[in-house]
């Protein structure tokens, strides 16, 4: 079991964000809430995220859920393909 909170947590703490100066469009309580990242049907609630540099949303393949992200504004920075 993770939470969104975790996982996003995690991602921007990866990029060098501030995970406390974030925007979401989830509240504390849903971004909290656990749920099975595992394989099936996706489970985690639909969000977007934003920090000063990238936004973040949920990626899922085959049922395995994920934090992904994207450059917030244009830049020369390429980004492979999502939800490999």
């Known amino acids: 079991m993770e939470s969104w909170y975790d996982m996003l947590q995690a991602a921007m703490k990866a990029d ?3 995970f ?3 925007t979401c469009t989830l509240d504390e309580t ?24 990238w936004v973040y949303f ?11 992200h994207a450059p ?4 020369d920075i390429a ?3 999502q939800g490999r």
């Open 20 to 22: 406390d100066k974030r």
């Open 30 to 53: 849903s971004l909290r809430k656990e749920f099975d990242v595992g394989y099936g049907l996706p489970k985690g609630e639909f969000f977007t995220a934003w920090g000063e540099k």
């Open 72 to 75: 917030r504004n244009p830049c």
């Open 58 to 68: 949920p990626l899922c393949y085959d049922g395995l859920e994920w934090v992904g």
């Open 16 to 18: 060098g964000e501030n």
């Open 79 to 81: 980004m492979a393909h």
